[in-house]
């Protein structure tokens, strides 16, 4: 266990459909940042937040957002899904800025059908 | 911009052999490197990182990466490999200034006994 809890662990649902994925980060970890795994993209960035403020932000769709609330947990919103975005989206966490690197968490699995 | 390359998509070795995954890296300024594994279904797993100082890093179940600055290479090196090695490797660099880190394709490592 990482300490990086992401839930739901798997999710299927329809084109079109809106989804949230949450993500709690490690205890004490200020830090959460969000990845897209998928076979033909590989890993890719979308998103980091910092104490509760938006810090860097990669190739994330207009159909996504994300925040993190004063708990420190974070959510990814996908919506008007398409069968593109069945992937693996994983959270990471970090004390700071990641100077150390990340601690990641086990993925939420999307299959959009 | 950053980026990492993993030239080999696959690396086949037979157990008891030395095993090496390779990387070559693009950033500005100094890099910050890391080694992640993936075993199936799960998460990303740190091994080790390069921040500064020696240039051969030593980390987790007997790792360990040579940084070459004159060749941006990082490549990930263990003597004698086990079958339980088997699994997708991922490169990372970061720049000094920037929050994310940018990943490689991966490279699927598979050791037979």
């Known amino acids: 266990d990482s300490g990086v809890t992401q839930t739901p662990k798997h999710l299927i649902t329809a084109t079109g459909q809106r989804v949230t994925l949450r993500c709690s980060p490690r205890?004490?970890?200020?830090?959460v940042y969000w990845y897209q795994q998928s076979l033909d993209q590989g890993l890719q960035f979308l998103i980091q937040?910092?104490?509760?403020?938006?810090?860097a932000k990669g190739n994330i769709l207009e159909r996504f957002s994300a925040q993190q609330f004063p708990d420190l947990h974070s959510e990814l919103n996908l919506s008007s899904l398409e069968l593109g975005d069945s992937a693996l989206y994983f959270c990471a966490s970090s004390p700071e800025d990641g100077f150390f690197g990340y601690t990641f968490g086990s993925g939420t699995r999307l299959t959009v059908v | 911009a950053q980026s990492v390359a993993q030239p080999e998509d696959q690396v086949n070795v037979a157990e008891g052999n030395p095993l090496t995954v390779k990387c070559t890296y693009s950033?500005?300024?100094?890099?910050?490197l890391f080694w992640y594994v993936q075993y199936p279904n799960r998460g990303l797993q740190f091994l080790l990182k390069?921040?500064?100082?020696?240039?051969l890093v030593k980390g987790s179940y007997g790792f360990e990466a040579e940084f070459n600055k004159s060749q941006t290479s990082f490549h990930l090196k263990k003597p004698s490999a086990i079958v339980s090695d088997s699994a997708l490797y991922f490169c990372a660099v970061r720049a000094y200034n920037d929050y994310k880190l940018s990943f490689g394709a991966g490279t699927t490592v598979t050791v037979r006994a």
């Open positions: 390069y921040i500064t100082g020696d240039n």
């Open positions: 950033v500005s300024g100094n890099p910050y």
């Open positions: 205890s004490g970890d200020l830090s």
């Open positions: 937040y910092y104490n509760g403020e938006e810090r």
